[in-house]
């Protein structure tokens, strides 16, 4: 069973960077996709980035490209998520996950197999 937890959340200001943890358990594929969800208050949980374990390519939400860089350990089986120039409208509820599938994603679908409990990122202009 694999079991996934977030750490690292808090409150910045607008501006400021945080990177995000994501601690895994469990047996996790060679050739798998893992990534960060978010969700705002009254919104959809929305695909932040994903990191395919077999290449190593990587994709990111359009909102967050160029701010965000996702990233992994892999024989410590660490998932990050660092995150700079943040604005409001990042604030946020951050979820790990994985198992991820890209197009759900980038269709703005939250599908995953396995999920962390979330880390609350909260952005102060």
């Known amino acids: 069973q694999v079991q996934l937890m977030e750490s690292g959340g808090g409150s910045v200001q607008a501006g400021g960077s945080l990177s995000l943890s994501c601690e895994v358990s469990?047996?996790?594929?060679?050739?798998?996709?893992m990534g960060w969800f978010r969700q705002a208050p009254g919104k959809e949980r929305e695909g932040v980035a994903a990191l395919f374990t077999g290449v190593g390519s990587t994709w990111y939400g359009d909102s967050v490209k160029g701010r965000f860089t996702i990233s992994r350990e892999k024989h410590l089986q660490m998932l990050y998520l660092h995150m700079s120039d943040l604005k409001s409208q990042d604030t946020a509820m951050y979820y790990c996950v994985a198992d991820c599938r890209l197009a759900a994603m980038v269709a703005g679908k939250a599908v995953a197999r396995y999920w962390g409990q979330g880390t609350q990122v909260t952005v102060s202009s």
């Open positions: 469990g047996h996790i594929s060679s050739n798998t996709c």
